[in-house]
């Protein structure tokens, strides 16, 4: 026997018994995405190298170790795509979609990151993701947070996770921060470990997102970047904060929350729980006015958030927040004779065009009843159809009910579809 191949380290089966999980928070993410009034757009899963350069930072983990990147027959450098905004902001300006446009858009699919797999963080990992364009005013980073806190509340997590909040000013007092803050680390060299020394000048924001407790003191008397905020930003920040306890939002400011990727300015924001360890963001994103103009187009305010499905299809499970895991069928065909088998597929079909939004599963493989009954019983099915050589003959089924106690009956075929959905 030859050697089972299995998937690659970090990239996972989603089983049958795993999906309906899945089909459940998808459904429940496009409902009130479409609800607020955002349209889904695709964008591919390899992309130019140079996109996620130029978007995410040359200097950021991501780029400097954690993409997946190769060089095609052509000779360009191409890669999976790490995450979506950079692939959602190509697309918008490759299509002329967003200058002097309003758009609200989400998407959702595989991303790809060459980390350490552990619980909650894979190295294909799926996200979904919603990009708000062409408006520069605090309202709309409300509505995206207020959207996200909508999903929480359909979800049953509400009271699982926590809002923060931070701004990261503009550009230019987001650079006037990074000097005090790089001042204030070297005086404090020789007590950083290895991975903040790595940061301290190449992206020195991200050495307060440390989560190494013996940094914690350091990082308490850091420079603030709230002292360090333009006034626009400032107010910007103030009316974000008014409009979300206007809404009843509850939020903490995060001064240390920065963020891991280098186009974000003004709000960032995260949804935090305690209930999956280390891996205790659920949900992040915030405002980039400055990267449509960075990838080639015409400057365009812009505000998002991107969360990641197995992290959050974990949080639920580990909650018990999901659904039962539903029936594979609502009606299983049984045939018994030779005669009746060959008629039994026919009759499925003939079925399934009267009762379109039923799932009916035909036995194939023959076996006597009682081993057919078992594998109708096995199906989740509420309703048994059986087929045999005398009822065919007669024109006739045999209707069971496998999850009520009923007696069975016997019917025209004709007038099956209307007992079935009168049932039903």
Not at 149 to 155: G, I, P, T
Request: hydrophobic share 40%; glycine share 8%; net charge negative.
């Amino acid at each position: 026997m030859s050697k089972q191949i299995q998937a690659i380290r970090g990239m996972n089966d989603c089983l049958p018994t795993d999906t309906p999980a899945w089909q459940h928070v998808e459904q429940i993410l496009r409902q009130t995405a479409a609800s607020y009034g955002y349209s889904e757009i695709r964008f591919p899963i390899v992309e130019m190298t140079e996109l996620f350069k130029r978007s995410i930072g040359e200097v950021t983990d991501i780029v400097e170790k954690e993409m997946y990147t190769f060089t095609d027959r052509n000779g360009d450098s191409l890669t999976l795509r790490p995450e979506g905004t950079a692939c959602c902001v190509r697309a918008g300006n490759e299509h002329g979609l967003l200058y002097n446009q309003e758009q609200r858009l989400w998407y959702t699919g595989p991303m790809f990151r060459h980390e350490r797999p552990q619980k909650g963080r894979y190295r294909q990992f799926h996200q979904f993701g919603l990009e708000a364009f062409g408006i520069g005013t605090p309202d709309i980073d409300a509505e995206v947070i207020m959207l996200t806190a909508r999903l929480w509340q359909q979800l049953g997590l509400t009271p699982y996770v926590k809002l923060e909040l931070n701004s990261l000013g503009s550009t230019e007092a987001r650079a006037a921060y990074r000097d005090a803050l790089v001042s204030y680390l070297e005086q404090h060299k020789g007590m950083l470990d290895e991975d903040s020394l790595r940061r301290m000048h190449s992206n020195p924001l991200r050495v307060l997102d440390s989560k190494n407790p013996a940094l914690t003191e350091i990082l308490a008397n850091a420079p603030k970047l709230a002292d360090y905020l333009d006034e626009d930003s400032a107010t910007h920040f103030a009316r974000l904060q008014q409009l979300l306890t206007l809404a009843g939002i509850e939020f903490s400011v995060n001064p240390r929350l920065v963020r891991g990727l280098d186009y974000y300015n003004k709000t960032v924001f995260e949804w935090v729980t305690t209930e999956l360890g280390s891996q205790g963001t659920v949900c992040a994103g915030g405002r980039y006015d400055g990267l449509v103009e960075q990838l080639g187009g015409k400057a365009t305010p812009a505000v998002g958030f991107a969360l990641g499905l197995e992290r959050l299809v974990l949080l639920l499970q580990s909650l018990q927040l999901l659904p039962e895991l539903p029936a594979i069928a609502d009606i299983y065909l049984m045939a018994l004779g030779e005669q009746a088998e060959l008629a039994a597929l026919s009759v499925a079909e003939r079925l399934r065009a009267d009762l379109p939004s039923a799932r009916i599963m035909v036995h194939c493989g023959g076996g006597n009843l009682k081993k057919q009954i078992k594998r109708a019983d096995k199906s989740g099915a509420a309703i048994g159809l059986i087929v045999g050589e005398d009822e065919l003959a007669r024109g006739e089924i045999t209707v069971k009910w496998l999850r009520e106690d009923k007696p069975q009956q016997t019917i025209l075929l004709t007038e099956l579809a209307k007992t079935l959905a009168f049932s039903a």
